[in-house]
T-cell receptor
């Protein structure tokens, strides 16, 4: 299995630009998670989906962030407009079951720099 | 209140030493836990699951103290390759926090 796939691996953009991060979960997994990691705040959950439905988006910082999961094999996280404080590593993870019972498998992350 | 609290470290230990760090949790109903390991500039990966009082896997031992609401990770005979950040998370929680940084030196 290829594992969780994320693209791009690195993104450098200017403040105000739209940024779209992409994730392909492991085939057969029905839960998908988006995380943001910074030195200051650690690894924070932004949103998670179960069977393509958003279950908890309380971690989404503000309206500039949006996430979609149009099908079981693809999800996007969009930031519009981006700001320098959005600079972080964004991880996507998937698991076979609901989070309470199963291991999460993380993708390699997207390192975002907003200038 | 945060779901878990960990000493961020860094813990600097010589190769071959035994090192332990704790993770305290706030929800007394937490039943199971995970320890993840994250290497520098890499993604977190599962190290160990803890579903009862503890778990052991080679040089790694996790122990759960429900009365005091903490889970510990013990690493024996530490190797240079153990240098990483260790993150604990209750199975019901999804915020990992900052973890504990371990540096094993020659």
């Amino acid at each position: 299995d290829a594992g969780v796939i994320q693209s791009p691996r690195h993104e450098v953009t200017e403040m105000g630009q739209e940024v779209t991060l992409r994730c392909k979960p492991i085939s057969g997994h029905n839960s998908l998670f988006w995380y943001r990691q910074t030195m200051m705040r650690g690894l924070e959950l932004l949103i998670y989906f179960n069977n393509n439905v958003p279950i908890d988006d309380s971690g989404m910082p503000e309206d500039r962030f949006s996430a979609k999961m149009p099908n079981a094999s693809f999800s996007t996280l969009k930031i519009q407009p981006s700001e320098p404080r959005d600079s972080a590593v964004y991880f996507c993870a998937s698991s076979f079951a609901i989070p309470h019972t199963d291991t999460q498998y993380f993708g390699p992350g997207t390192r975002l720099t907003v200038l | 209140r945060k779901e878990v609290e960990q000493d961020p470290g860094p813990f600097n230990v010589p190769e071959g030493a035994t090192v332990a760090f704790n993770c305290t949790y706030s929800n007394s109903a937490s039943q199971s836990f995970f320890w993840y390991r994250q290497d520098c500039r890499k993604e977190p990966k599962l190290l160990m699951s803890v579903y009862s009082s503890g778990n052991e896997d080679g040089r790694f031992t996790a122990q759960l103290n429900r009365a005091s609401q903490y889970i510990s990770l013990l690493i024996r005979d530490s190797k240079l390759s153990d240098s990483a950040t260790y993150l604990c998370v209750p199975s019901h929680a999804l915020n990992f926090g900052k973890g504990t940084s371990l540096l094993v030196t020659p």
